[in-house]
C-alpha cells in the first residue's frame, strides 16, 4: 500500500483526490494546506509519496530535498498544457509528472513505482548527476534539456585548505587562468562562506550578481545552463567567473540542495570547473538536529562531494604544515576525492636552506604524505597582481609560480595544451573526438562585467 500526502492547487485538488480514491493499493493520508503542513507530515514519516503543484507557495530544491531526507519521494500534478509548471517542477528534481485528468489505474502506478524507486544519490535533487555513479530515470532527466547527449560533462577540481590563509584563493584563481591560457575553457567559483574574495582579487565590481543569484534560480526552479552562463560573465578569454558573496552574514543563501544544482550545471559551462571553498568542513550537527535551518558549511560539504579532483593547500611555516596535517586527517572522514596536496609559500627564510626537502621529510614523517607538490613564495608578483586586480597570468605571466601552477593544472587535466600551444582550430578538433562541450547556446548573451578601477 502506498501512502500518499497531497499539497495541491484548489483548482484540481477535489477531482485529484476522487482519483486516488479509486485507485488501487493507495492510501491519502493528508490533504496538506501549504509547504508547511506538507513538510511536517514528511518528517513524521505518514507517507511514502508526497504530490505537489507547481505553484505551491514556497517549494523549492531544499523543500524537495528534505522530503527526500525523510523517505518522501515527490510527484507532481501539472495541468495539460501548462509548459512552465511542469519545466519548474523538473528543474526542481522532480522527474513523476501526473494531470488531473489522469485515470485511477495511471495514478496509482505512477505512484506505486515512485514508491518504490531507490537512486544512488539524494532522490529529487540530482546529486547522484555529480559523480561517475550509477543513474537512476528520475534522475537523469533532470540534465538541462537543451544540452547535446553526445556532450561530456566537465570536470570539477575544489581548491580546499585549513584555516589561516594558506592560499587557497591565489591557487584557485591562478589555476583557472592557465587552464584558459592552455585552450581548456575554464569557470571559477567561488563558495566561501567564511570569506568569499574572488571578486576583490579579480577587480570585480561589487553588484555582480554570481553565486547568490544562481542559488536563488535554482532554488525556484529557473537555472539552467544559459541562465548561469549569464551569471558568470568572462573575465579572460576561456575563463568565466561566478562570484561570491557580497557579504559573510549571507551564508544562509547558500543551502546545499542549491549548490549541488550550481555545479552540475556548472559542468556544461566549462570543461573545468574550479571552486574555492571555505576552510570548515565541520557538519554543524548542532544546528542541523532535528530542524531543516541552513548550514554554513554545506557548500563546502556539497562542493566536496562533488568534486572529480581535489587540491588541498597549506602553507610552509611550522603553524601552516600542523594545520596541513591535521587537516588532510580531518578530510579522511569527509566524503571527497582522494586529496592533491600542495605546500603554497615555500621559503627558505622559515623552512631552512633546503625548503623542500624540509618540508617534504616533515610530511613523510608525521601524516605520511609521499606526494606533495610545491609552490613557490612569490609575494611581490601576488601584491602586484592584488594591486591591480589581475590574475597572475596576466601580470607576471613567467613567474615561478605561475609555471608551478600551470604543473599542477597538467595534472588535474590531462587534456590541456602546453604552453604556449595555439589552439583555435586544433582545439576544436580535439573537442569534437573527446565529446568535450563547447560554448554555452549561440543565442546566450552574456552582461557586460567591469574591473574596478
Known sequence: MTSVVTAVTHRDEAQFVRVLEDAADVTLVRRCADLAELLSVGAA???????????????????VRHLAGHGVRVAGLVRAGDDEGERRLRQLGVATLLHPDDTAPEVGTALATLAGSTTTGHVGTGLDLLGDGGRSDSAAVQEDPRRADDVLPGTVTVVWGPAGAPGRTTVATTLAAVLAAAGVRSLLVDLDTWGASVAQVLGLVDEAPGVAAAARASEQGLLDVPALARLAPEVLPGMRVLTGLP???????????????VLRLARRVAEHVVVDVGFAIEDDEELSYDTVAPRRNASTLAALEAADRLVVVGSADPVGLQRLVRAVQELAVVASPSPTVVVNKLRSSVAGPRPERAVREVLDRFAGMERVRFLPWAVDECDAALLAGRTLTESAPHSSLVAA????????DPGMAPPGTRTGRRERRHRQRSGRPESPSADTVLPEQGRAV
Not at 46 to 56: E, M
Not at 249 to 258: F, G, I, K, Q, Y
Not at 405 to 412: F, H, K, Q, R, Y
Open 45 to 63: 514519516g505518514l507517507a511514502r509519496v508526497a504530490v505537489v503543484s507547481p505553484d505551491l507557495r514556497g517549494l523549492d530544491r531544499d523543500a
Open 405 to 412: 601552477v600551470t604543473d599542477l593544472a597538467g595534472e588535474l
Open 247 to 261: 557579504r559573510a552574514d549571507r551564508w544562509p543563501e547558500l543551502r546545499s540542495a542549491a549548490v549541488e544544482d
